[in-house]
């Protein structure tokens, strides 16, 4: 008889490596074909201000992989610390910078060090800073009460565990802090055959 949580674990592993791999392509080959929308044309479909977009390095706005535009709710304030969970290759991380200003800070959180590594360098070619951390969503490595604003932009859908991710999103936020994120949501129960394609949920 097949052990449940051992499958359950071993499909996440098999995602996990994907979600990576998928998204590592972007970054790497922006332009080539995916099965989801992604580069500035994606930042413009979701409303993205285009004097962002002209300002943005042109790495972090071709490897954008967004599935909204957290910013549109965030009220982002000078001097304010931002968290972005799946920050990628830096997009939506460098306009909360733009918005924080020197006395703020930005803390990405991604799964791959290697995108944390982009993130920081086109954060350094936009004349701002961000740090980024590897790790999960699911384990937020940070304090508590670190942020003022925590922003996602289609990633908690990747998550098997999204209870625990919002659980350490307010664990994570200060008193009073506030979310904006944008992800995608189902409205029925998807079938097995799709909860078991790893393509389907890098995505």
Known sequence: ?????AAQESLEAVLKDE????????????QSEFHFF??????ELFGYAP?????????ALES???VGN??????VREG?????????AGLDAIIASWSVGATGQVIGVDLNPAMCLKAQAHAAASGTKMECREGRMEAIPLPDATADVVISNGVINLSFQ????????????????????????????LSQSIVNDPKLWAS
């Open 80 to 88: 304010e610390t931002v968290v972005d969970l799946g920050s990628g």
């Open 51 to 59: 004097e962002w977009l002209d300002r943005a390095p042109v790495g």
């Open 162 to 189: 999204k209870r625990k991710v919002i659980q350490e999103v307010f664990r994570v936020l200060k008193p009073g802090g506030r979310l904006s994120f944008t992800d995608i949501v189902s409205a029925k129960q």
């Open 1 to 5: 008889m097949t052990d449940p949580v």
């Open 70 to 75: 957290p910013h549109l709710r965030s009220g």
């Open 19 to 30: 979600i990576i791999r998928m998204y590592q392509d972007v970054a790497e080959h922006p």
């Open 64 to 66: 954008f992989a967004g």
């Open 38 to 43: 992604h580069g500035r044309a994606a930042a």
